[in-house]
Every structure is written in structure tokens, then in C-alpha cells.
């Protein structure tokens, strides 16, 4: 005999309800706490219909504000719907719609739904509406003065979460002396409010500041987490601190800290960029998982110190794999390292491969062919990616190997045009003329500084390699 399978939860309890109506209201709080998709959660709002608690029950509605914003399963426009059918909605539905705006697609909406709550709820906003206030803010980048101002007038800048949340947004807009206004004066600073401000240091390029900071954090007895550690060793990568970041390695190892590919990653960009590559290829190679950012710290790192062949061999290999696909950044270096090596033919081959050219593959480029004296085809890559879009990095690139080639002609054409990027760069004059006095074109030195007179510009003596003047 086959046993009669059991109801699931939410219909038992739903059977429960239909059959009992006259029951507390406690019972359909509880139905749609229980809801597991929005079929369910829309049988409960017919049951509130049908027994009238849609006006007076806010907290079951709540619930279904709450699944139907902020579910994986829910459907926040039907969330949306639900809020403006509500008479008085309470702190908890504006809280509710404010996280899931801050959280969506559209994280600004958030911060226009809070001034609307400021408008018309007769309740103020609490120590939960203003985390989710801020990180919309940080989210879209907007500033967060005003907020903070709001946050000060309720009287919640002391609060850990609030405070937490101002550092988040105040260091996403490089705003970091404010940021740090808010972490001093909190009088109590749990590990969260510690790790905002040391992220916000290693994020904000202020390496010396998170360093010191991660010290002072250790020496009060607070045993920092994964995103610390990661952050403070990107600022040994960026300062060359390799010493403390053998510590930092020391300390993850002694505590049997978990090394999941953030930290992972991490350690190695921080070994590689120190030069020490056997142990970063090691840790590279004993990580259970990886991701792109894991592949791009190797493969870049390798190529700015030289190993082009195991670069090249480490991209290949991604390339073939399954565990991620190349990105912009991978490019740039698998580019960087063949124009380390003067490798011309692969690194067009590679180049052609891409699909989208971006300003930094096309200066790579242009560096490795005007490197290898190819500075009309380094000319063409410009022209293919329009001139128009050539900014002055690509253009000076351009413009260097036209110097040490000697091509005026080519430079001419560059020059030109970085002219009509930045008007007042008058140094290119100069560069162009030095070329023509090279080449001995006297009549072209001649009308070049006068060019460079009718415009105004100032210039330093010119030289020649014929006569030697200065």
C-alpha cells in the first residue's frame, strides 16, 4: 500500500484558513510568511480579500511586500503594485521597497523613493532605512552629503550599520577624508565599520593609509576577515611591500583562513607583482577555483617582468579551458607581453582574433609595430580604430616611434590631430621640428615656427643633427 502523500506546508495551513475564516489574523501572517512563489502569494491576497483583513492586516501585507520585492522568486513590479494599493503603509513596506530598489537595476529610484517617503509618511525614517538609502548611493555614485545630513538630523550617526554605510558611500566617490571623518568619530567601531574604511583605503589607491590602518585594527585585538586581508594585500602589491605580505600569508596559513579565489587572487597579484613568480605560480596552480581576475594577475604580471613565453602559454591555456573566458584586461597583457618580446606576427594574430578593440589593445598594438619600425602599419591600426577616438596616449605612442624611426610624414598626421585633441600642446611643435631639422628640412623648421608664432607658442631651442645648433 502506497502511504497518501502529505499537503505541502503553505496548502495545509491554506485549507486550514479557508476552512476556519472567523480564525486570528495570526494564521494568514503566517500563510504568507510561508509563501515560496508568487501562485502562493497571490492566493493569500485573495483570501485577505475574500475575508476583508486587506485593510487592516499591515503585517501579513507586509509579508507579501516583502516576498514580492526581495525574493528570488518574487516579482518586485508586483511589489510596486501592491505598495501604492496600500491605504498607510507602514516604515517596514517603505524600508522593504527602498533595499529592493537599492539592490535592482535602477539603484537611484531608491534614494527618489526615500524622498518620497520624507513626503508622505507620517513616520521618519529609521536606523533600517538608511543603509539601504546609502548603498543605492554608492551604487549609482551620487553624492551623499544630503543623506548624511538626513542621517545626522535623526540621530543615527552613531549607529554602526549607518555609519557603515555612510563610509561605503562617501569611498565609492573617492571621498575618502570624509569617509574617514565618520569612522573616527564613531565612538564604538565593530569589524564591519573596520573593514569598510581599510577596503575604502586599498580601493581609493591610498595603500600607506590602509596598511596603517590594517595595523591599528590588529594591534585593538580585531581578527580581520577575508576582504581585509585581500585589501591590505593589494596594497602590498602596489607598494612593493612583499615583506609584509609574507606576513599577511604567514597569518591566513597559521589561522587556517579559507583561501577562496578573492584571497586567493589576491596573494598571487601580490607575489607576482613583487617579482617572486615561483610562489605565485604555485599558489596559481593549487587554487581549487579560479576566475578571470585570477588568470589576468598571472598573465599580466608575467608579462611586465619579462616571462613572454609563459604568458602566452598561460592564455592559450585559458583559452582552451572552460574555467573562463579572456576579457579586456587579459588582452592588454598577453599584448604587453608580446611587445616585451618584439613578437610582431602573434601579437597582430592575437589582436585580430578579438572581436571589439578597445583604446588600450590598439596603444599595445601601436607600441609593439612602432617599436619594430612598422610605423605605417602602427598608423593603420589608428586609422582603423578612427582618429576621432584616438586619445593622447595612442597618439604619443604613435608619435614616439615616429621619432626614433624618423617618419615626419607619419608625424605630421599625428601631430595634426593631437592638435585638434589639446590646441595648447605646443610641445609637439617641437618634436616635429627637431624631426625636420633632422632630416634637414629647413624650408618646413622655418614654417613651422612660424606656425608656431602666428599661434603663440612657446617653444625651447630646437637642435639639428647637420650643423649642431641649439
Known amino acids: 500500500m502506497f502511504k497518501k502523500?502529505?499537503?505541502p506546508p503553505f496548502l495545509k495551513l491554506s485549507h486550514h484558513i479557508h476552512t476556519n475564516p472567523t480564525r486570528p489574523t495570526k494564521s494568514l501572517s503566517?500563510?504568507?510568511?510561508?509563501?515560496?512563489?508568487?501562485?502562493?502569494?497571490k492566493q493569500v491576497q485573495a483570501q485577505m480579500v475574500v475575508t476583508g483583513r486587506l485593510a487592516n492586516d499591515n503585517f501579513a501585507f507586509s509579508r507579501l511586500i516583502a516576498f514580492s520585492a526581495l525574493s528570488a522568486r518574487g516579482d518586485p513590479h508586483y511589489a510596486h503594485l501592491l505598495f501604492i494599493s496600500t491605504t498607510n503603509p507602514n516604515s517596514f513596506m517603505w524600508n522593504t521597497i527602498i533595499r529592493a530598489r537599492a539592490d535592482g537595476p535602477d539603484p537611484l529610484s531608491a534614494v527618489r523613493f526615500y524622498i518620497d517617503m520624507r513626503r508622505l509618511s507620517p513616520d521618519p525614517p529609521g536606523k533600517h532605512t538608511f543603509p539601504f538609502v546609502l548603498k543605492a548611493c554608492a551604487r549609482a555614485r551620487t553624492e551623499c552629503p544630503q543623506i548624511h545630513a538626513q542621517v545626522l538630523r535623526f540621530g543615527f550617526h552613531s549607529d554602526s550599520h549607518v555609519a557603515n554605510g555612510l563610509i561605503l558611500c562617501y569611498t565609492r566617490r573617492a571621498r575618502v577624508v570624509d569617509a574617514r571623518r565618520v569612522f573616527d568619530e564613531l565612538l564604538e567601531r565593530d569589524l564591519i565599520v573596520w573593514t569598510s574604511m581599510v577596503c575604502g583605503y586599498a580601493q581609493n589607491s591610498l595603500s600607506m593609509e590602509a596598511l596603517e590602518l590594517f595595523h591599528r585594527m590588529v594591534s585593538i585585538g580585531l581578527d580581520p576577515n577575508r576582504p581585509v586581508l585581500a585589501s591590505v594585500l593589494s596594497s602590498c602589491a602596489k607598494l612593493g611591500g612583499l615583506e609584509f605580505g609574507?606576513?599577511?600569508h604567514a597569518f591566513i596559513e597559521e589561522r587556517g583562513i579559507e583561501v577562496g579565489v578573492i584571497l586567493g587572487t589576491a596573494l598571487v597579484d601580490m607575489y607576482v607583482k613583487n617579482g617572486v613568480i615561483p610562489t605565485a605560480r604555485d599558489l596559481f596552480r593549487v587554487m581549487e577555483h579560479r576566475n578571470v581576475t585570477t588568470w589576468?594577475?598571472?598573465?599580466?604580471?608575467?608579462?611586465?617582468?619579462?616571462?613572454?613565453?609563459?604568458?602566452?602559454?598561460?592564455?592559450?591555456?585559458?583559452?582552451?579551458?572552460?574555467?573562463a573566458e579572456p576579457n579586456d584586461v587579459t588582452y592588454v597583457g598577453v599584448l604587453s607581453a608580446c611587445r616585451h618580446a618584439g613578437w610582431?606576427?602573434?601579437?597582430?594574430?592575437?589582436?585580430?582574433?578579438?572581436?571589439?578593440?578597445?583604446?588600450?589593445?590598439?596603444?599595445?598594438?601601436?607600441d609593439l609595430l612602432g617599436r619594430c619600425g612598422r610605423v605605417e602599419e602602427a598608423e593603420r591600426v589608428v586609422e582603423e580604430m578612427g582618429w576621432e577616438e584616438a586619445d593622447m596616449v595612442v597618439l604619443g605612442t604613435l608619435l614616439d616611434a615616429c621619432k626614433v624611426h624618423r617618419n615626419a610624414e607619419v608625424a605630421e598626421r599625428v601631430v595634426r590631430r593631437m592638435l585638434e585633441v589639446d590646441p595648447c600642446n605646443h610641445g609637439v611643435f617641437v618634436v616635429l621640428s627637431n624631426m625636420y631639422a633632422e632630416a634637414g628640412r629647413w624650408e618646413d623648421v622655418a614654417r613651422l615656427r612660424k606656425a608656431m608664432r602666428d599661434t603663440g607658442a612657446t617653444k625651447i631651442p630646437g637642435w639639428s643633427s647637420v650643423n649642431g645648433d641649439r
Do not use: W
Open 344 to 366: 610582431v606576427d602573434v601579437g597582430r594574430a592575437i589582436y585580430q582574433s578579438m572581436r571589439v578593440h578597445k583604446i588600450e589593445h590598439c596603444t599595445c598594438m601601436v
Open 5 to 7: 502523500p502529505k499537503p
Open 246 to 248: 609574507e606576513k599577511i
Open 30 to 41: 503566517l500563510l504568507a510568511d510561508r509563501c515560496t512563489s508568487m501562485s502562493e502569494l
Open 296 to 323: 589576468n594577475a598571472m598573465i599580466c604580471g608575467l608579462a611586465s617582468h619579462g616571462h613572454a613565453e609563459e604568458a602566452l602559454a598561460l592564455f592559450h591555456e585559458l583559452e582552451r579551458g572552460d574555467e
